[in-house]
């Protein structure tokens, strides 16, 4: 084994140091900042041209004459200053709280002209308050806003509880990293197969095959690619956090996962790395099957489609926690990295995260050796032959 892992270093040594070396390096750093670009600013503009703010409504829960002079007098004032909220009845008369709990309204106005009473949010009170007793002022009759007194009511709703938006926003933050976790990987795994039909074709992995073992081969050159893999992640990550040190954050606040954010992170980086190498023991296992750039596309391409199919596998296991799903998401090999990561954002327990690390481990070496068992039928065997057809036709003469 020890022998293995020292051949393994030799050739993750070699290809790290073509790879980051070549001007394509370079390239492939440029492209996806250039595509994200484009991106970003494509959804701006769409944004921005389908983007109609939403008017808050105010519900009058009043007798049909105050309810009659309040709508008038709101249609007096949006056509000399504009910008009030939109006032309607109530169609069906209750409680305010719970009028206000429906979604339906961000305030609810009940009373009389005389005593009106104000039902919002906390948060609304300092909105509708003073807006609202401008449009009584008005439907009174008054020529100038006077001062004027009014019952005004703070309303708690669900939504404003402690406990459901903790959830809420977790599920947020387990979303976000399973996405950032399978863009990263996609993007970046198909390097692996490309590099070694590039030395197939130019017969390099026959004579590496020849003097190290192909496990040895197959390991180093995934544990090259997830170092430049994890370079590049590290240069984009970087220029991301000096634009928004320059700029400004555009991006929404995410709150802390349930195992807080420097665990969270370490455990994405582990988990990247897993992913990336399950995901690149496949895509070799597939390059040992393939003989031309064509062959590599027409194989890869249900592996891609698969790989999509275990990130809408792992986004569901994410949404129904603890259910059975959720336990063989975390226990098939290519969904558990994207399955524990979204768990590591909603659970606090580590002991899981411990075990299955080592079980992908242990799924991506199986995987590499059965890689290396098609490689060895599909590609080395008539090199094998013609070799051994050659020995023995060397030796003939000396027997002779």
Request: glycine content about 8%; hydrophobic content about 55%; overall charge positive.
């Amino acid at each position: 084994m020890n022998a293995t892992l020292r051949a393994a270093w030799v050739i993750a040594r070699r290809d790290f140091t073509a790879l980051v070396r070549s001007k394509a390096f370079i390239a492939f750093l440029i492209g996806p900042i250039v595509m994200l670009g484009i991106a970003l600013a494509a959804g701006g503009m769409a944004a921005q041209s389908v983007h109609t703010p939403e008017v808050p409504v105010i519900g009058i829960a009043m007798d049909k004459g105050d309810t009659a002079r309040l709508l008038s007098a709101t249609e007096r004032l949006n056509r000399l200053v504009g910008g009030l909220p939109d006032v309607k009845a109530v169609e069906r008369p209750g409680a305010p709280d719970a009028l206000l709990r429906s979604g339906q309204y961000a305030a609810i106005l009940s009373g009389s002209l005389a005593h009106p009473r104000l039902d919002t949010t906390r948060d609304g009170v300092d909105v509708w308050q003073e807006r609202m007793k401008l449009l009584i002022d008005q439907a009174r009759g008054n020529g100038a806003f006077a001062k004027m007194a009014m019952d005004v009511h703070a309303v708690t709703l669900p939504s404003a509880d402690q406990s459901a938006p903790a959830k809420i926003d977790r599920s947020d933050t387990a979303q976000f990293g399973q996405m950032a976790l399978f863009l990263s990987t996609m993007l970046l795994a198909g390097m692996v197969l490309s590099n070694l039909v590039e030395e197939k074709t130019n017969k390099i992995i026959e004579v590496l095959a020849s003097s190290i073992p192909l496990e040895s081969i197959f390991l180093g050159k995934l544990f090259a690619m997830l170092a430049m893999a994890l370079i590049a992640i590290g240069i984009w990550v970087g220029l991301g956090l000096l634009l928004v040190a320059v700029g400004g954050s555009v991006l929404p606040s995410l709150p802390a996962p349930a195992v807080g954010w420097p665990l969270f992170l370490l455990l994405g980086i582990l988990y990247f790395s897993t992913a990336y190498l399950l995901l690149g023991s496949a895509y070799l296992s597939i390059g040992a099957m393939a003989a031309t750039v064509r062959d590599v596309q027409t194989l890869s391409m249900p592996v891609s489609m698969a790989q999509l199919g275990i990130f809408l596998l792992a986004g569901y296991a994410m949404a129904t926690p603890g259910s059975a799903v959720e336990i063989a998401a975390c226990l098939f090999p290519f969904t558990s990295p994207f399955a524990l990561l979204a768990r590591a954002a909603q659970e606090p327990e580590l002991w899981p995260h411990a075990l299955l690390l080592v079980w992908q481990a242990l799924w991506t070496w199986a995987i590499i050796r059965a890689g290396t068992g098609l490689f060895r039928r599909s590609v080395l065997k008539s090199t094998g032959g013609r070799k051994r057809r050659r020995s023995r036709k060397a030796a003939s003469p000396e027997v002779a």
